[in-house]
């Protein structure tokens, strides 16, 4: 498998850009030259800042639990950029990969000026349409929402989990700026379904959706959940079930499989699927998410978590401190220089018993000594080479430590490469 479009690139040869730009026209442009596969599937699309990924997995479980052929995109990879195209599991293969870079050069790849991630998205669309023929394709939003790649077609349904503060340098500064970009993958009487409580972001949703006749459905309003005791219990003016189990840890995974459960009931009540609470309990037992609170090694324990903006350190915060109470911590931190950093290191500190921050070869990562010189911690120390730090925070650990792994996706993605 292929760690990067460079690997790619070694197997055959294709011309790509290296950088974000938000925009349709390259896209669109180009699959109409390979016969616009993305109108050819059936798709749900989501968003939001945080927990599309976990929603996409509860979601994926339950539908290949229904016994459907089901398509997954999601971004970024989780160790090879295989990963990121999946069906029922199975990552799209290198010869695949290949193949379809044929086919694009044979319409004007070379031309096209298209980014990695248009390139992936477009590879996504051929892949589900042309290859694999899928029943139905998860597609996660890359960035925004309303310019995302992704943004190219008319699923289903839209899911939008959240709006919080999140590639600010890309999509603005406030709430209403932000859910504005989230907002515009609601499409023209398409459901759009999202677990948003802030009211000034609800309000700019709900626009959105007014203006398209979209029917809404928030969490707390037309559906709701309960955790208590490990048990989820969930409402909607359709159903009610009680004592489901999930396979993902912490409060805000119950949040995360309402959606994915409010979905399944919605496809369920409008395409070819027959709701089966079975079929639900066992794909919500199921569903697995890489690098979302992962336990890489039991004894001592050693979690990975993509935690890469404030609302996610507080959902991780808020789980490691229900199972780790009585640890003592060391944190590996990495992140983006487009995060809120210090805000992030500010409410790690105090879970944190020790904090090596570090840095990896990405465009956008930032210094492992900038990121130190915003700590108040005690207890703290930096290395900018990532591999040096992970051998350094292994060497800290006893009987009665725990090793947490965060900051950005992107870092454990390069951290699953050595503990995976």
């Known amino acids: 498998m292929f760690l990067s479009f460079k690997d790619l690139q070694e197997k055959v040869n294709f011309t790509i850009k290296n950088e974000i730009n938000l925009g349709l026209d390259r896209i669109v442009q180009f699959l109409e030259k390979v016969g616009s596969p993305q109108n050819q599937i059936k798709v749900v699309h989501i968003g939001g800042t945080n927990g599309k990924g976990s929603t996409l997995r509860f979601l994926e479980s339950v539908l290949i639990e229904s ?29 695949e990969m290949v193949e379809i870079i044929h086919v694009f050069n044979e319409h004007g790849l070379a031309e096209a000026g ?8 477009a590879m996504a669309f051929y892949y589900f349409a042309t290859i694999k023929k899928v029943d139905i394709a998860l597609i996660e939003v890359g960035l925004g929402g309303r310019e995302d790649s992704t943004n190219v077609m008319t699923p289903l349904l839209s899911i939008i989990t959240n709006v919080g503060h999140d590639h600010i340098g890309f999509l603005g500064t406030s709430v209403e700026e932000i859910a504005h970009h989230k907002a515009g993958i609601i499409k023209r009487r398409v459901p759009v379904i999202s677990g948003e409580q802030n009211p000034a972001a609800k309000e700019v949703i709900q626009k959105e959706a007014f203006m398209k006749e979209s029917p809404v459905y928030f969490m707390e309003e037309e ?11 969930f409402r909607s003016a359709k159903k009610n079930l009680e004592e489901l189990e999930i396979s993902l840890q912490g409060e805000h995974q119950a949040a995360n499989a309402s959606l994915a459960i409010m979905a399944y009931i919605l496809l369920t009540d409008n395409w070819a699927v027959e709701f089966d609470e079975q079929v639900l309990k066992a794909g919500l037992m199921k569903a697995e998410h890489p690098g979302r609170f992962e336990l890489v090694q039991k004894n001592p324990p050693i979690i990975l978590d993509g935690a ?7 959902a991780l915060v808020n789980t490691i401190k229900i199972n780790f109470s009585n640890k003592r911590v060391v944190v590996l931190f990495s992140a983006l220089k487009d995060k809120p950093i210090e805000l992030m290191v500010r409410k790690l500190e105090p879970i944190a018993d020790e904090i090596i921050f570090t840095s990896f070869n990405f465009p956008r990562a930032a210094r492992a000594e900038d990121v130190f010189q915003v700590s108040e911690l005690q207890e703290k120390e930096f290395e900018e080479d990532w591999k040096t730090a992970l051998q350094t925070a292994i060497s800290r650990l006893d009987d009665n430590s725990v090793l947490l792994i965060t900051g950005s996706l992107y870092f454990i993605s390069d951290i699953r490469t050595i503990l995976t």
């Open 308 to 314: 890469h903006n404030e609302e996610a350190i507080d």
């Open 223 to 233: 559906f709701s959940y309960e955790m208590e005791e490990g048990k989820l219990s």
């Open 67 to 95: 016994g459907l052929a089901v398509g997954v995109f999601h971004s970024p990879a989780y160790r090879f950029i295989n990963d990121q195209l999946a069906v029922n599991g199975t990552y799209i293969t290198d010869e």
């Open 114 to 121: 298209l980014t990695e991630f248009e390139l992936q998205t």
